[in-house]
């Protein structure tokens, strides 16, 4: 799956969602992880609505967005994109987020995230 994380050099998730300039793409599954690409979030709109709007297109196709903070509109535009925000409240490493997503992959992932993944298991009545 897509994971984005709101950073200012890979490494790290330091920036809240409305400010980040780029997000990082990781391709996380529970196996292998590999960085991907660099998108660029970077608009001139003077409206908040529109920077929030641009920043949630940019990362159309991803699960997850990792960042330090997410305001309430903004979290509401990418759940509505069927894209779930993870706040870390703190600087973490990419690497460490990575690892960890990889262990609930790996386990028994929550159901939003099985659905998510497309391996949701029917239920049985």
Same mark, same amino acid.
């Given at each position: 799956?897509?994971?984005?994380?709101?950073?200012?050099?890979?490494?790290?998730?330091?920036?809240?969602?409305? !400010?980040? !300039?780029?997000?990082?793409?990781?391709?996380?599954?529970?196996?292998?992880?590999?960085?991907?690409?660099?998108?660029?979030? %970077?608009?001139?709109?003077?409206? !908040?609505?529109?920077? *929030?709007?641009?920043?949630?297109?940019?990362?159309?196709?991803?699960? *997850?967005?990792?960042?330090?903070? %997410?305001?309430?509109?903004?979290?509401?535009?990418?759940?509505?994109?069927? %894209?779930?925000?993870?706040?870390?409240?703190?600087?973490?490493?990419?690497?460490?987020?990575?690892?960890?997503?990889?262990?609930?992959?790996?386990?028994?992932?929550?159901?939003?995230?099985?659905?998510?993944?497309?391996? !949701?298991?029917?239920?049985?009545?």
């Amino acid at each position: 799956m897509r994971v984005a994380f709101t950073s200012t050099d890979g490494e790290q998730v330091d920036r809240h969602f409305g !400010e980040s !300039e780029q997000f990082w793409v990781w391709e996380v599954g529970p196996g292998s992880a590999a960085f991907v690409e660099k998108l660029s979030a %970077i608009t001139t709109a003077a409206d !908040e609505e529109d920077r *929030i709007a641009a920043r949630a297109n940019a990362v159309a196709g991803c699960t *997850i967005v990792y960042t330090m903070q %997410i305001g309430g509109p903004a979290a509401a535009k990418l759940v509505a994109r069927k %894209i779930h925000p993870m706040k870390t409240q703190d600087v973490v490493p990419v690497a460490d987020l990575v690892a960890k997503l990889q262990q609930v992959l790996r386990g028994s992932p929550p159901p939003w995230l099985r659905k998510a993944m497309g391996t !949701e298991p029917a239920t049985g009545a």
